[in-house]
């Protein structure tokens, strides 16, 4: 049953795809208000899904990379409504959709479960670990979409045609409030997130952890998530700067988990 409801949440989050793909061609309230209703229709059954699969499989849920990538789509879209209940937008939804989209998408192909190899996965320190990273790289996403969105209006403002791409975004000052404050949300998780990993496999694997691959990208992308925060409170590094500094945070999260696959404490084999 699990699989079953998140392959209904896949059929709801593809009209939020439908709509991403749309607005960029026109500008349409309806549909993104349908879109907006049926995305939050799909959490429900995603939410249905997640807990399902839990309650089967209790801590092994996030063992599995085809679950991983469910939960993380789900964390995402949690972002994205927090986003649109602050901002009343759903233009970030061009980003988000299709993004959340493949995920779950990938998820409920079902087939074969690659799964994550350490043992730890099994201990209740490290289950907080992942959701809390996961939250992190939620924010990250939300700033990354958040910076590409910037650029993009600051170059239909500049080209002096903002009846085009320009008229379908919130302002952007908005749109750059949306990717700090994002950052800001996801910080204090993601740091957590490390610390609980850090403390817990420091105990299991000794000073081979922090020579890991993995964990040495993850301090990677940690750093440069300081260096966002700390370039916005006290350089004043907004726009651009920091469009381009979202991006290069959010490839190093996706690098660091890609890290996955040849990780000796975290790697991903097959059953």
């Known amino acids: 049953m699990p699989l079953f409801w998140l392959r209904v949440a896949v059929v709801l989050y593809g009209i939020g795809l439908v709509y991403a793909l749309l607005i960029l061609v026109r500008?349409?309230?309806?549909?993104?208000?349908i879109a907006l209703h049926a995305a939050?229709?799909?959490?429900?059954?995603h939410f249905v899904s997640l807990t399902e699969a839990f309650a089967a499989e209790r801590t092994l849920l996030l063992a599995s990379v085809h679950n991983s990538e469910s939960l993380?789509?789900?964390?995402?879209?949690?972002?994205?409504?927090?986003?649109?209940?602050?901002y009343q937008?759903?233009?970030?939804?061009v980003f988000v959709f299709p993004l959340v989209f493949l995920l779950t998408f990938?998820?409920?192909m079902g087939g074969q479960k690659i799964v994550l190899a350490t043992p730890?996965?099994?201990?209740?320190?490290?289950?907080?670990?992942?959701?809390?990273?996961?939250?992190?790289?939620?924010?990250?996403?939300?700033?990354?979409?958040?910076?590409?969105?910037?650029?993009?209006?600051?170059?239909?403002?500049?080209?002096?045609?903002?009846?085009?791409?320009?008229?379908k975004?919130?302002?952007?000052d908005t749109i750059d409030q949306i990717g700090y404050r994002s950052l800001l949300l996801g910080f204090p998780f993601m740091t957590l997130g490390l610390v609980a990993g850090a403390v817990v496999a420091q105990a299991k694997y000794g000073a081979v952890y922090f020579r890991d691959p993995k964990v040495l990208l993850s301090v990677l992308m940690w750093a440069v998530y300081v260096l966002m925060l700390y370039t916005?409170?006290?350089s004043g590094w907004r726009g651009r700067r920091a469009a381009y500094l979202a991006t290069f945070a959010f490839v190093a999260a996706v690098v660091a988990w890609a890290a996955n696959f040849f990780s000796v404490v975290h790697r991903f084999v097959s059953p």
Do not use: C, Q
């Open 27 to 33: 500008r349409s309230d309806l549909l993104g208000r």
């Open 40 to 45: 939050g229709l799909a959490m429900v059954f």
């Open 72 to 86: 993380l789509a789900f964390v995402v879209m949690v972002g994205f409504m927090l986003v649109y209940w602050r």
């Open 89 to 93: 937008t759903t233009t970030p939804g």
């Open 106 to 108: 990938v998820s409920a």
């Open 120 to 167: 730890l996965v099994r201990n209740g320190w490290i289950i907080a670990h992942i959701v809390m990273i996961f939250t992190g790289y939620a924010a990250l996403v939300l700033s990354f979409g958040a910076s590409l969105l910037y650029l993009v209006g600051e170059r239909a403002l500049k080209s002096k045609r903002p009846s085009g791409t320009l008229g």
């Open 169 to 172: 975004l919130p302002p952007l």
């Open 232 to 234: 916005r409170w006290n």
